[in-house]
């Protein structure tokens, strides 16, 4: 098993703090829900949190993080593979074999493979995945002049929520840096959004149907020909290339399974709806529980099995409530069980 870099604790905060987007006011922060002509609904305020705060809310770009979580390790990780199957040898090692016809035996194999997991389809095959019936299409467009000038102002300042006619939503918000730092991760800024309606909205015959990219934008626009510009303006100059399209699907709750030294986190086991924004977030939870237990096993500590899990759990589930609990109790009782 690969280590993390010796620096990494030490300047994983200050590397990461340098890819935020500007902080927030000083005052409590406004989450807004608004109309489709940008009328308020509702207004939560988040109680405000110091940038330096491990748990400040932060967007981040998806590109500068993977560059950091992936520092120190360019000579470990290994790019272009396609899993395929894994299987245990009889020193009880697991081999993970790709379609290239390469392998790669290992003490642990974690599938993080994203919703599709191709993991979880062998360690799982009565897990499931259900329709919501939504198809949503996202977007980005940069931060130019004209984008800063013409996007609703609510973007610049947290995640909005803009519900419109028909049962349909549209989610935006900006990623921007303090002007005055400078960093080698990833400096794109840009707003980001995403439309969702029912599939038979978009014309579609279920939720399963393609929606072609090329004509994703037009599909998105046709329901909101009453919708503030401003707003419109997002999906129109929204860059080609960032376009995409996917049915929404959701998770089921999946029963405990026998322990072994394969195991799921992130969207491989509990696949959820973007719209709780909860889901990346959610996968780095899983990792810290798993790092954990991995760490106590490196150790030499003998610890008990669910209890070491239920109670790293617990605080996190009192702070969310009862979001996906059913699916995630399978996830405490396996992934963080003893795994020697």
């Known amino acids: 098993m690969p280590r993390a870099p010796a620096h990494c604790n030490r300047v994983c905060l200050s590397r990461t703090s340098s890819v935020i987007s500007r902080p927030p006011p000083k005052s409590a922060r406004p989450s807004p829900f608004l109309d489709h002509r940008l009328r308020r609904l509702l207004s939560v305020d988040v109680p405000n949190t110091e940038q330096t705060d491990p748990y400040a809310a932060r967007p981040i770009s998806r590109v500068a993080l993977r560059q950091i979580l992936a520092e120190g390790l360019e000579d470990t990780i290994a790019y272009g593979k396609t899993f395929q199957s894994f299987e245990k040898t009889q020193r009880g090692q697991i081999v993970a074999r790709f379609e290239d016809g390469s392998s790669a035996e290992s003490d642990v194999l974690v599938g993080a493979d994203g919703a599709a997991s191709r993991v979880r389809r062998q360690l799982l095959p009565d897990a499931k995945r259900v329709e919501t019936g939504l198809v949503m299409v996202m977007g980005k467009l940069p931060l130019d002049p004209l984008v800063r000038r013409e996007a609703p102002s609510a973007v610049f300042k947290g995640p909005t929520l803009v519900l419109g006619p028909g049962a349909c939503s549209l989610f935006a918000g900006a990623v921007e840096y303090p002007p005055s730092q400078g960093s080698d991760y990833d400096r794109e800024e840009y707003v980001m959004w995403g439309f969702s309606a029912h599939h038979d909205s978009f014309g579609l015959a279920n939720a399963a149907g393609e929606l072609a990219l090329a004509d994703a934008r037009a599909a998105v626009l046709a329901q909101m020909t009453d919708w503030s510009p401003n707003l419109r ?4 100059r929204a860059g080609t290339s960032s376009l995409s399209s996917f049915a929404v699907k959701s998770s089921v709750a999946v029963a405990p399974w026998a322990t072994s030294r394969v195991t799921l986190l992130g969207d491989a086991l509990h696949n959820m709806t973007p719209f709780r924004g909860i889901g990346a977030n959610t996968a780095l939870r899983d990792t810290v529980l798993l790092r954990d237990v991995l760490v106590g096993v490196g150790r030499g500590e003998r610890l008990g099995v669910v209890e070491r899990g239920e109670v790293a759990l617990e605080p996190h589930q009192r702070a969310r409530g009862d979001l996906d609990v059913k699916v995630r ?12």
């Open 329 to 340: 109790r399978p996830l405490v009782h396996n992934s963080m069980q003893r795994l020697l």
């Open 233 to 236: 303006g997002l999906v129109e």
